[in-house]
């Protein structure tokens, strides 16, 4: 374990920002250009790990642990809204058998 | 210190793999991947307890849930919609112009350049358990309501609705 802690004293904060900024831009551009339900579902869920990671490093820069306490909540909130979520899906494929997101146009004037 | 240089390019390919591919089934096994990269992005921060929950929520709970449903639907790659080339092209031009303005605020914002020091116990359970019980007590509470209401509310939504008959 020194090791690995020894490992990571090189890494700028900097480049943290960067690459979680890199995995949240590749989860909008997924739910810019697919269509399918449940991608656009993992598409969000990439975009809130990428936050979770920067929490993360942003809590060990500091030293304080309230970062991971932080992450620990958005984990569960993850959890309850992939239920809901996937819940309400299969409701709609029951009712227009398609997962296409464009087949929910009934509020669209 | 190469270590996080070479998992960070696991997860970003990995990512756009997630995105890209047609086939759900494939998406979905990407994506379990990149959690696990992200798993490692967290030991190596010295989060082990993150780490753990990430392996179990994410990579256990929630992927067996995506495969599940995805296996429900009978999806495959012929069914797939997709949208049009000239949709992705714009959606790709619109995520290039967000991630500009992100690196050229960062930029502007300089004083981040100094080093990440993992702290030695900070993410361990023991710590982490008295932070979680002392100063966030109320919100655990909350949170757990939340996730009896999210079950509740995934159990009522996903059951089949009875056929009403209409009187008269």
């Known amino acids: ?109 | 210190m190469t270590i996080f240089y070479f998992v960070a390019f696991l997860s970003i390919f990995f990512a756009l793999m997630t995105i890209f591919t047609k086939n759900p089934v494939h998406s979905v096994l990407y994506l379990v991947i990149t959690f696990f990269t992200f798993s490692i992005h967290y030991i190596l921060l010295n989060a082990q307890f993150l780490a753990v929950v990430n392996f179990i929520v994410y990579m256990r709970a929630i992927m067996v849930l995506f495969l599940f449903v995805l296996m429900l639907l009978n999806l495959n790659k012929e069914s797939e919609p997709m949208k049009s080339h000239l949709v992705k092209f714009m959606g790709v031009i619109a995520g290039a112009c967000l991630i500009v303005t992100l690196l050229g605020a960062f930029k502007v914002f300089e004083s981040s350049n100094e080093m990440v020091t993992a702290h030695e116990n900070i993410g361990l359970v023991k710590n982490l358990g008295k932070v979680l019980f002392k100063e966030f007590l109320l919100p655990l509470e909350i949170s757990s309501i939340l996730l009896l209401t999210a079950m509740v509310g995934a159990v009522l939504l996903a059951k089949k609705e009875k056929v009403v008959k209409k009187h008269g």
Not at chain 1, 41 to 63: D, K, P, Q, T, W
Not at chain 1, 67 to 95: K, S
């Open chain 1, 1 to 109: 374990m020194d090791n690995i802690i020894q490992n990571m004293q090189g890494i700028p904060l900097n480049h943290y920002l960067i690459f979680c900024s890199i995995i949240f831009v590749i989860g909008v551009i997924g739910v810019l250009i697919r269509r399918n339900m449940i991608i656009i579902m993992m598409s969000i869920e990439l975009m809130l790990n990428s936050v979770n990671l920067l929490l993360a490093a942003f809590s060990a820069y500091r030293g304080d642990p309230s970062g991971q306490v932080f992450v620990f909540f958005i984990m569960a909130l993850a959890a309850a809204e992939v239920a809901v979520g996937l819940a309400i899906i299969i409701m709609v494929y029951r009712n227009t058998k398609s997962v296409d997101i464009d087949s929910l146009t009934k509020l669209r004037w």
